[in-house]
């Protein structure tokens, strides 16, 4: 079988979203008995092949704690509390740890944050990427160097790259390596978690550019997670902006762009840095997040945003429609009077 | 961290830095019996003992010959592997000594090294697996313990348990008096016999350093992101622990045991002591009292030696084990 033959059968278009998040709540234990992180609460998102979403967020806002949901990755600590994952129609949150490793890597894989370090020192980059390939068994033994070597070229690699150790590739070698080895079982789901956020402004461009060829060709539903919202908005067709665990808003990213409905939204478009803008323009939002252990009752976002009045510390604002489209949502009371 | 250096290069350099450790440990196993305190004569000090007799003493051993003098002959007889006559044991030639000792140290340490290696290097990697379990406390705990304990005073205990309490192992030396071996096989078992305590106490001590060593390695391993890479890739628990963990974990204890191996010749002092076991640890402590100056050279030099090659072999093992030092 041909690699388009594989591929076409793998990923027949449909409407169906790959990807269906429903209310994902997951939370990390402490040394202390009593208290929990609550990273991530009643998430909610889809993704369908081909198709993008990206997630924004300042550190610690539960971003990649969604990402390493999906996969069913968390570390010891972390477990999915509520909601479900479906993906491509099964629950993942259902799965047993033997289930769930036939999925990993072969069905969605991810890029992690990081990739100076995504390669065993002491192994080759073949060797590496091999492994997965023979675990999930998706090339014959005796094909699976050509499928290397293939993969390398894919991210602009030279094949020989394949014998090198990882101390022996450049940083962007290195995150283009890493790209191969995710793609490498054809998956259906790519998560990329912070994909460009060590690399110099030159290489994350090629890398985001790639991603997107390589998506076009594979047709995989892809989640970028990042707080670099200038990056992510040239990616993705949707954004989710998360706030300290919650998704706040979620739109396609023309529409948030634009007009969006929550002020935490505004603000972050606010701090981009721009060269066309004078420095004094770039807006800084005061205040840090709330503790995650014990976050407050309304609003996450109420203490440091201008437009909070009572009612937003009372109660938490429903993740709802906006602007009378039923693709635009955002939690917050007072929609109307955001302005960029 | 790109080297620029080759693996040649990096040979080459490394049997540079043999030859200079190797010159430099010719002339300090000359000096340093010469410059500690006392003579070859000292032992002999008593009302009998005349000036005279001392001198005589001195002339016969040629330590009236200038210094310079002393030195080349020394050289000389190192070098075509000649290590003179004892000056207690006269006249018995050192390297005679040290062959009748060497084989049972060799034994001696070497089944505590690799007992404390096959076992200390899993307990570790097990430990750190178990990051903060019950498992990993007892473990950690449990190596603190035999590592805090003087070696000596273990041996003792093990010696009075083993040895009078519940006898059931000898009380030292490595044969009963009088005893007569019929055969290679004859004499193995009563060696093993008589090394059984002795063992057991070195590796007590012995498998903690490792145990610790390991732990400590893969815990520095473990939260790495190719770690976690691995996991997602869909491997189980146990293909990620030895086929990505435990490899980068294990350098670090490879260069340990280079240390190690030197001390395969040298013995253990303490625990030979305690155990009456003829060894190179016991004789090496004879000489010194003795201040027999052939034999002290004799026995360091080929415990120095020995470590010298073991740290340069460790060094090339781990160049062949690890692709970033010494670039390809």
């Known amino acids: 079988m041909t690699e388009s033959e594989l591929m076409n059968q793998r990923s027949a278009p449909s409407d169906e979203p790959i990807l269906s998040v429903e209310g994902l709540t997951t939370h990390y234990e402490t040394d202390d008995v009593d208290s929990v992180v609550q990273a991530a609460e009643n998430v909610s998102f889809t993704v369908s092949r081909g198709q993008t979403i990206g997630l924004v967020g300042e550190s610690g806002c539960g971003k990649s704690t969604v990402g390493l949901s999906l996969l069913r990755a968390l570390p010891p600590q972390g477990s999915i509390v509520d909601g479900s994952v479906y993906f491509d129609g099964q629950d993942l949150t259902t799965f047993k740890k033997k289930e769930i490793k036939k999925i990993q890597w072969n069905r969605i894989s991810m890029i992690y944050q990081g990739a100076q370090n995504a390669f065993n020192p002491v192994k080759t980059i073949d060797t590496q990427i091999r492994e997965a390939l023979a675990k999930h068994d998706v090339v014959p033994k005796n094909q699976r160097r050509e499928r290397i070597e293939e993969l390398l070229q894919k991210v602009d690699l030279d094949p020989g790259v394949a014998d090198r150790y990882p101390h022996e590739l450049s940083g962007g070698m290195k995150q283009r390596a890493a790209i191969a080895m995710a793609i490498s079982c054809e998956p259906d789901l790519l998560i990329a978690d912070e994909p460009t956020t060590a690399l110099d402004v030159v290489v994350q461009a090629k890398v985001l550019r790639m991603l997107l060829d390589l998506q076009e060709e594979f047709n995989f539903g892809m989640v970028v997670i990042s707080h670099n919202l200038a990056a992510i908005m040239k990616v993705s067709d949707d954004i989710g902006v998360m706030y300290a665990g919650n998704m706040v808003e979620r739109s396609s990213a023309e529409n948030i762009f634009e007009d969006p409905q929550h002020p935490y939204t505004a603000k972050l478009f606010g701090s981009i840095i721009d060269p066309q803008r004078p420095p004094k323009q770039v807006e800084n939002i005061p205040g840090v997040p709330p503790d995650l252990r014990n976050p407050p009752d309304g609003c996450r976002f109420a203490d440091r945003c201008d437009l909070a009045t009572e009612e937003c510390s009372a109660q938490m604002p429903a993740f709802e429609p906006k602007n009378e489209s039923t693709e635009h949502l955002a939690a917050c009371f007072h929609s109307e009077e955001v302005s960029r | 961290m790109a080297t620029t250096e080759s693996k040649s290069e990096f040979l080459v350099r490394r049997l540079g830095h043999f030859t200079v450790a190797f010159c430099a440990l010719l002339v300090i196993n000359f000096a340093i019996p010469r410059v500690m305190p006392g003579d070859p004569t000292t032992q002999f000090v008593g009302p009998g003992f005349t000036e005279e007799a001392r001198q005589q003493m001195l002339e016969q051993f040629g330590l009236n010959e200038p210094m310079w003098e002393q030195f080349l002959l020394y050289l000389i007889n190192t070098l075509t592997g000649d290590f003179g006559l004892s000056f207690s044991r ?230 062949f084990l690890d692709p970033r030092v010494g670039g390809s």
């Open chain 2, 90 to 319: 006269y006249p018995t030639p050192v390297f005679e000594l040290m062959m009748e000792r060497l084989p049972r140290t060799l034994f001696l340490m070497g089944a505590s090294v690799s007992l404390s290696v096959a076992i200390g290097v899993p307990l570790g990697a097990f430990g750190a697996w178990k990051f903060g379990q019950r498992q990993d406390v007892l473990i950690t705990q449990g190596s603190l313990f035999f590592r805090s304990i003087p070696t000596f005073w273990l041996a003792i205990l093990m010696l009075f348990v083993f040895g009078y309490l519940i006898p059931i192992f000898p009380l030292g030396g490595v044969s009963a008096a009088g005893t007569e071996y019929t055969g290679l096989l004859d004499y193995l078992a009563d060696l093993i016999y008589h090394s059984v305590l002795p063992i057991v106490t070195l590796s007590a001590y012995f498998v903690a350093g490792y145990t610790f060593l390991m732990r400590a390695s893969l815990l520095d391993i473990l939260p790495e992101n190719y770690i976690t890479i691995a996991q997602t890739k869909g491997l189980s628990d146990r293909e990620v622990l030895f086929r990505h963990a435990v490899p980068p974990a294990v350098l670090p204890v490879i260069t340990q045991l280079g240390f190690q191996i030197g001390r395969l010749v040298g013995g253990a002092i303490l625990v030979e002591a305690v155990f009456s076991y003829p060894g190179m640890g016991q004789l090496m402590f004879e000489a010194v009292l003795a201040r027999d100056f052939p034999l002290i050279q004799g026995t360091f030099f080929l415990l120095t030696l020995t470590v010298l090659t073991a740290m340069l072999i460790a060094d090339l093992l781990y160049a």
